[in-house]
């Protein structure tokens, strides 16, 4: 039997989905995200959402959508936008998101067709980000995620706080990057000063599964 090898851009991908607002549409791939992690191999990522996938599942809607209001539009201690947590609401951020945006957009170019639709969106919405590194560049997104690892580590700490199954997300991207996690909010401080950590290991470019979601933030095939 052929041993299956571990794709992160699922993980990424799922990820991307779980993180976004818990309509009707993100209750109806419910499913779809659980196919998509079963074809994984077994590791700490995909136990994390596979587990998350089904806290989903088991919750009424209306109160998920109330959560996640709660959690990530009402208070910027959850936000999840990356380059906050870096500049705050400084003049710096401005400068930040022009790079997320010419990143995004440059990747896009060297992708197969895919452009940027934000819906509005910052460029800098974790969401959107995990799933520029599932579909449209794999290699410029994991980089943008090692880059702000100290922001998920960040996020992922606020959220453990507050008790929030969402803690799980984070750490499964995390899980999925070079170095540990932080164990606090002063090592993911001094992870941010050290800078993001060297990576020598390579992608292995496999061909990505169905798995699509229409986030707020979705990458679009080129036509």
């Not at 992160?8 to 993180?19: M, S």
């Not at 994390?48 to 996938?53: E, T, Y």
């Not at 959690?71 to 906050?84: C, G, I, N």
């Not at 507050?162 to 170095?179: F, H, I, K």
Request: hydrophobic share 40%; glycine share 8%.
């Amino acid at each position: 039997m052929r041993r299956r090898t571990q794709d992160w851009r699922v993980v990424h991908q799922v990820a991307a989905w779980c993180l976004g607002y818990p309509d009707d549409e993100l209750i109806a791939k419910l499913p779809l995200l659980r196919g998509a992690l079963a074809e994984q191999p077994g590791s700490e990522p995909v136990d994390l959402l596979r587990g998350f996938v089904d806290t989903l599942a088991r919750q009424d809607p209306h109160a998920l959508q109330h959560v996640y209001v709660e959690l990530f539009d009402l208070h910027r201690r959850q936000t999840l936008h990356l380059s906050y947590w870096r500049d705050g609401d400084t003049r710096r951020r401005g400068e930040s998101l022009a790079d997320f945006k010419t990143r995004l957009r440059d990747g896009t170019t060297k992708g197969d067709g895919w452009v940027v639709d934000t819906h509005g969106e910052l460029p800098d919405h974790l969401p959107m980000v995990l799933e520029y590194a599932a579909l449209a560049d794999p290699e410029g997104g994991r980089r943008l995620l090692i880059e702000n690892r100290s922001a998920l580590e960040l996020i992922r700490l606020a959220l453990l706080e507050r008790g929030s199954a969402y803690a799980d997300v984070l750490a499964a991207v995390c899980a999925t990057l070079p170095g540990p996690s932080a164990r606090d909010r002063r090592e993911a401080l001094a992870m941010a000063q050290a800078g993001p950590p060297a990576e020598s290991v390579g992608l292995d470019m496999l061909p990505f599964p169905t798995t699509r979601p229409g986030s707020a933030a979705t990458m679009m095939g080129a036509r």
